[in-house]
C-alpha cells in the first residue's frame, strides 16, 4: 500500500514537473551545451549580463539594507546574505555573476547537459574562493516541491526563460511558491509584437544569424501588460518597474530603453 502510495506520488510528481517543459526546447538547448561560455552564438546572452545583475542588485539592495545607498550599491559583495534562484541557469552565465557578488545562488536547468557544463566551469571559476552556488537537474515544478525550497528565496529570477515555456501558469506558480513572502520575481523576457517578431526572430536568428533558426517561437512571447495581470490576479503579486531593453546587433551591447515592445525586465513583489 505504502509503495502504491509512492508511486502515485512520484508519478503526479514528474507529470506536475514536465507540465511548462516543451521536448523540442529541450532539445534546442542541449545543442548549446558546449557554447554557454565560447564562442559568439550566446555572446548576446552573456552580454545581456551588463543589465540583469545590476537590476537584481538594486531590486535585493532596497529592500534588504534600510540604508541603502550609492555605497552599499558598489561594494564589493552587495548580494552578500541573500539566496537567490536562477531558473533555466543553462550554462551558469548568469549564476556566476550574482555568486560573485556575494550571494547564495542556486541555480536549476531541466538539460543534464548544461547543469554539467555549469558544475564544471564553477569548479575552475571558484577554485580558490567560499563562493556560494549550487547546481541541480530539475524543472521548477520539481524543485518546488520540495519543502525547504518553498518560501525560502529572497529573489528567483527567471531569465530568457519564459519565452520557451509550454505552460506559463505552471511556470510562474512554481517560481512564486519558492519565493519568501517580500521576496522578488524577476523576469527578462520578450513582448509579442510585429517588431518583436522582426527582431527577435527574423533578424535575429535569419538574417543576422545571431542565434540558430527556430530558438523562438512567435506564440511563446508574451506582452508585459498580459504577464503583470497574471501576476496580479492569479498569484497576488506587486508589479513594481518595467524596463524595456535594447540590444545594438553591432556593438553586441544591452543597454535601457523606454521602448518596451521587444525585450523587457519585470519586477514583480511577493505579498
Given at each position: 500500500?505504502?509503495?502504491?502510495?509512492?508511486?502515485?506520488?512520484?508519478?503526479?510528481?514528474?507529470?506536475?514537473?514536465?507540465?511548462?517543459?516543451?521536448?523540442?526546447?529541450?532539445?534546442?538547448?542541449?545543442?548549446?551545451?558546449?557554447?554557454?561560455?565560447?564562442?559568439?552564438?550566446?555572446?548576446?546572452?552573456?552580454?545581456?549580463?551588463?543589465?540583469?545583475?545590476?537590476?537584481?542588485?538594486?531590486?535585493?539592495?532596497?529592500?534588504?539594507?534600510?540604508?541603502?545607498?550609492?555605497?552599499?550599491?558598489?561594494?564589493?559583495?552587495?548580494?552578500?546574505d541573500s539566496k537567490?534562484?536562477?531558473?533555466?541557469?543553462?550554462?551558469?552565465?548568469?549564476?556566476?555573476?550574482?555568486?560573485?557578488?556575494?550571494?547564495?545562488?542556486?541555480?536549476?536547468?531541466?538539460?543534464?547537459?548544461?547543469?554539467?557544463?555549469?558544475?564544471?566551469?564553477?569548479?575552475?571559476?571558484?577554485?580558490?574562493?567560499?563562493?556560494?552556488?549550487?547546481?541541480?537537474?530539475?524543472?521548477?515544478?520539481?524543485?518546488?516541491?520540495?519543502?525547504?525550497n518553498q518560501n525560502?528565496?529572497?529573489?528567483?529570477?527567471?531569465s530568457e526563460v519564459?519565452?520557451?515555456?509550454?505552460?506559463?501558469?505552471?511556470?510562474?506558480?512554481?517560481?512564486?511558491?519558492?519565493?519568501?513572502?517580500?521576496?522578488?520575481?524577476?523576469?527578462?523576457?520578450?513582448?509579442?509584437?510585429?517588431?518583436?517578431?522582426?527582431?527577435?526572430?527574423?533578424?535575429?536568428?535569419?538574417?543576422?544569424?545571431?542565434?540558430?533558426?527556430?530558438?523562438?517561437?512567435?506564440?511563446?512571447?508574451?506582452?508585459?501588460?498580459?504577464?503583470?495581470?497574471?501576476?496580479?490576479?492569479?498569484?497576488?503579486?506587486?508589479?513594481?518597474?518595467?524596463?524595456?531593453?535594447?540590444?545594438?546587433?553591432?556593438?553586441?551591447?544591452?543597454?535601457?530603453?523606454?521602448?518596451?515592445?521587444?525585450?523587457?525586465?519585470?519586477?514583480?513583489?511577493?505579498?
Amino acid at each position: 500500500m505504502v509503495n502504491e502510495q509512492n508511486s502515485k506520488i512520484h508519478n503526479d510528481v514528474s507529470q506536475l514537473s514536465f507540465k511548462s517543459i516543451d521536448s523540442n526546447e529541450l532539445e534546442k538547448f542541449r545543442k548549446f551545451s558546449p557554447k554557454w561560455w565560447k564562442g559568439d552564438e550566446l555572446l548576446a546572452l552573456r552580454n545581456l549580463n551588463q543589465l540583469r545583475v545590476p537590476f537584481i542588485v538594486d531590486a535585493l539592495q532596497s529592500r534588504l539594507n534600510d540604508n541603502y545607498d550609492k555605497v552599499t550599491r558598489c561594494s564589493q559583495f552587495p548580494l552578500k546574505d541573500s539566496k537567490l534562484l536562477d531558473i533555466g541557469c543553462g550554462g551558469g552565465i548568469l549564476a556566476e555573476s550574482l555568486a560573485r557578488l556575494g550571494g547564495n545562488i542556486y541555480g536549476i536547468d531541466p538539460v543534464k547537459e548544461n547543469v554539467v557544463v555549469a558544475k564544471n566551469h564553477a569548479r575552475i571559476s571558484f577554485a580558490n574562493t567560499e563562493t556560494m552556488i549550487h547546481y541541480e537537474s530539475s524543472t521548477i515544478e520539481e524543485f518546488s516541491t520540495i519543502a525547504e525550497n518553498q518560501n525560502s528565496f529572497d529573489a528567483v529570477i527567471a531569465s530568457e526563460v519564459l519565452e520557451h515555456v509550454d505552460d506559463i501558469k505552471s511556470f510562474l506558480q512554481s517560481s512564486i511558491n519558492c519565493i519568501r513572502p517580500g521576496g522578488f520575481l524577476v523576469i527578462t523576457t520578450i513582448n509579442q509584437t510585429l517588431l518583436s517578431y522582426f527582431g527577435a526572430i527574423l533578424i535575429s536568428e535569419y538574417i543576422l544569424g545571431l542565434l540558430p533558426r527556430g530558438t523562438h517561437e512567435y506564440s511563446k512571447f508574451i506582452p508585459p501588460a498580459a504577464l503583470s495581470l497574471i501576476l496580479k490576479e492569479d498569484y497576488g503579486c506587486d508589479v513594481a518597474k518595467i524596463h524595456g531593453m535594447f540590444f545594438n546587433p553591432i556593438t553586441y551591447q544591452w543597454s535601457w530603453s523606454q521602448d518596451q515592445s521587444v525585450s523587457y525586465a519585470l519586477l514583480a513583489i511577493k505579498r
